[in-house]
């Protein structure tokens, strides 16, 4: 009870320094402002902003707001926009976050979009905006990896984790997101905050130097990254997408009519039950990590094509990773369209593997320098 309330303490403070000292004009002034990135056109733009609903409003919201779902950051927020574009953004876009619910895009590791659709979509969101890009240095920050780790512990563990994995709020100590950002951008994150969310701006309460040794101390945490390249599994033909045909009907007890739990889920996956097992995230995280015997029928699908693929009286069970999100908007889809006899496996597909229960993982192979 004690680290909810601090919790709930961390951001109401958050939200009211947000109140009380944001200026929008003072994001940049202390950077030179660089040139926008290239406009869209029309078309272009459209088809961006489709490609956003479809793909990404589930979890950051229809209008980008974040925390929809997942603690999914806002892509709103002016201060990531100034400082984000392109690479920031357009990097976890196109491979993720590697142990978090944000799966790549990219068709190169799985995903639907194109790499000209990714930038696409980097841009709309960059002019969606309506910043200025500063320009930010490249070089590390350098400070008290030991300090930083007290002011971390004291002033940010709360919401991003005590090793910097995430509560209610993104995981800093994601070593992806650490190869990808610079420690000036993680720096001018601390510095002015994320304005229209709990983060505030801690230039306001914490010293320029203890910035510097918390960005030195989330710099420490990105040892031993090392990058990976997916080897892509081919996808099931719909005459695979029924496990154990010859198999008996699976009798779930349903909570709320809905949700089958994961020590239940194993139990008919083991006693090789006839099913249906869909993994609604996106793709390529299917090809990372997925329940032995799962499709990969992400959220985003047109379901209209999908219906004489999928069987109506076999039984359905739909995981995502949120835990429940994306495979809840799945099963309303389905339902909507007479498929009755489907559930949502409760914990999803993280709550499955700290349960300790089986899954089947990608091949990776280690990427040129």
């Known amino acids: 009870m004690a680290s909810i ?27 030179e402002t660089i040139p926008p990135p290239r406009k869209l056109t029309t078309e272009l733009s459209e088809r961006a902003a489709a490609n956003y609903q479809r793909y990404c409003a589930l979890c950051h919201g229809a209008n980008r707001e974040g925390y929809a779902n997942d603690h999914a950051p806002s892509l709103r927020s002016e201060s990531l926009f100034q400082s984000g ?27 639907p979009l194109t790499l000209d659709e990714t930038w696409d979509l980097t841009y709309w969101l960059f002019w969606e905006s309506g910043v200025d890009r500063v320009k930010l240095s490249t070089n590390p920050v350098h400070g008290d990896i030991r300090r930083g780790k007290v002011v971390y512990q004291e002033n940010c563990a709360s919401c991003h984790g005590v090793n910097g994995e995430g509560v209610n709020a993104p995981a800093l100590g994601n070593q992806s997101a650490l190869a990808h950002n610079t420690d000036e951008f993680i720096r001018y994150a601390i510095r002015y905050g994320r304005n229209g969310t709990p983060m505030p701006a801690w230039g306001e309460t914490l010293s320029d130097a203890d910035i510097d040794n918390v960005t030195a101390f989330l710099r420490s945490r990105a040892s031993g990254w090392s990058m990976q390249k997916p080897v892509l599994k081919a996808m099931p033909a719909p005459d695979e997408y029924v496990i154990n045909p010859d198999g008996e009907d699976p009798d779930f007890d349903l909570t709320e009519g809905r949700y089958v739990s994961a020590t239940d889920l194993l139990a008919a996956m083991q006693g090789k039950k006839r099913m249906v097992l869909l993994d609604t995230r996106v793709t ?6 997925h329940l032995e015997g799962s499709i990969p029928i992400p959220y985003y699908t047109n379901f209209d094509e999908l219906a004489d693929q999928l069987p109506k009286d076999v039984q359905i069970v739909a995981y995502c990773s949120c835990p429940r999100a994306a495979a809840d908007h799945v099963v309303n889809k389905l339902r909507r369209r007479g498929y009755e006899n489907t559930a949502v496996l409760y914990e999803g ?13 990608g091949d990776f192979e280690v990427a040129a320098d």
């Open 349 to 361: 597909i993280f709550g499955w593997m700290n349960m300790g229960y089986p899954v089947m993982r």
């Open 284 to 289: 390529s995280v299917w090809q990372r990590v």
């Open 85 to 111: 574009v392109p690479h920031a953004v357009l990097r976890p876009l196109s491979y993720g976050r590697e142990g978090t619910a944000m799966g790549g895009y990219l068709d190169e590791v799985g995903g």
């Open 5 to 31: 309330a601090r919790m709930m303490v961390v951001k109401s403070l958050g939200l009211a320094l947000l109140l009380s000292f944001w200026d929008p004009s003072s994001y940049a002034q202390d950077h």
